[in-house]
């Protein structure tokens, strides 16, 4: 079945370092893979997709590229400040699931947790 | 502009006490879902619906029920309330099942004691 995984953390840095979240993951279709950020006290929120391989999606200065050959779609920042303090998910969305039906769940990695400090 | 509505935000219960949890998207999206997040575990899907009057099980649907009768509300029920229920819980609403933009509430806090 679908799976995702993303690197261990919690990751910890200072600001205006730079920022890696690995992501890979594992599907029978080919999927949609999306990043969502989760701020304390509040629900998951978007913060960039892409949709097919070799695109970038791109938000808030943070980037990702579908890699189709490696299956992974790794989260970026150049530059990272206190208020990106989060905890963020890779997931997919994979249009069949599993049997071959149209499933369109989102599968979601176990999420890595990142403190700024200043 | 509300987006996703959950309620309550916390809740505590007792083992064997059943509950409704409320979810409301105002922005007559088709397809609904509700997901439990675990530490170390991501977000699961537990029940999701296509449109109004149907919905399927996700991969961890024992112990909750769910109903579609409007496009908007997507309550789930918990019948006999567990310590294993014990969890956050998120409604999540998209214009389509797949390739786009999930928009979740902000969460319901269950403790089952």
């Known amino acids: 079945g679908d799976s995702v995984t993303q690197m261990e953390g919690p990751v910890t840095l200072s600001e205006e370092a730079f920022l890696t979240i690995n992501c890979t993951y594992t599907?029978?279709?080919?999927?949609?893979l999306f990043w969502y950020v989760q701020y304390p006290g509040e629900g998951l929120q978007l913060l960039l997709k892409?949709?097919?391989?070799?695109d970038k999606g791109s938000n808030k200065g943070f980037e990702a590229t579908y890699r189709k050959e490696t299956t992974s779609f790794h989260l970026e920042k150049g530059s990272v400040q206190v208020s990106d303090s989060a905890v963020y998910f890779c997931?997919?969305?994979?249009?069949?699931?599993?049997?071959?039906?149209?499933?369109?769940?989102?599968?979601f990695g176990q999420g890595t947790i990142l403190t700024v400090h200043p | 502009n509300a987006g996703v509505t959950q309620t309550p935000k916390f809740q505590v219960l007792k083992t064997g006490q059943s509950m409704t949890l409320q979810c409301a998207q105002d922005?007559?999206?088709?397809?609904m879902s509700w997901y439990r997040q675990d530490p170390g575990m991501g977000l699961r899907l537990i029940h999701y619906?296509?449109?109004?009057?149907?919905?399927d099980q996700g991969e961890v649907p024992n112990g909750y029920n769910v109903s579609r009768s409007t496009t908007e509300d997507f309550p789930l029920r918990l019948l006999s309330a567990a310590p294993s229920q014990t969890s956050v819980y998120f409604c999540?609403?998209?214009?389509?099942?797949?390739?786009?933009?999930?928009?979740f509430g902000q969460g319901t806090r269950l403790t089952v004691v």
């Open positions: 892409a949709t097919k391989a070799d």
């Open positions: 619906s296509v449109g109004a009057g149907i919905t």
């Open positions: 999540a609403s998209s214009r389509q099942a797949t390739n786009t933009e999930a928009f």
């Open positions: 922005m007559n999206h088709e397809y």
């Open positions: 997931a997919l969305s994979d249009p069949r699931g599993a049997g071959g039906t149209s499933y369109g769940k989102l599968t």
């Open positions: 599907a029978t279709g080919y999927p949609s």
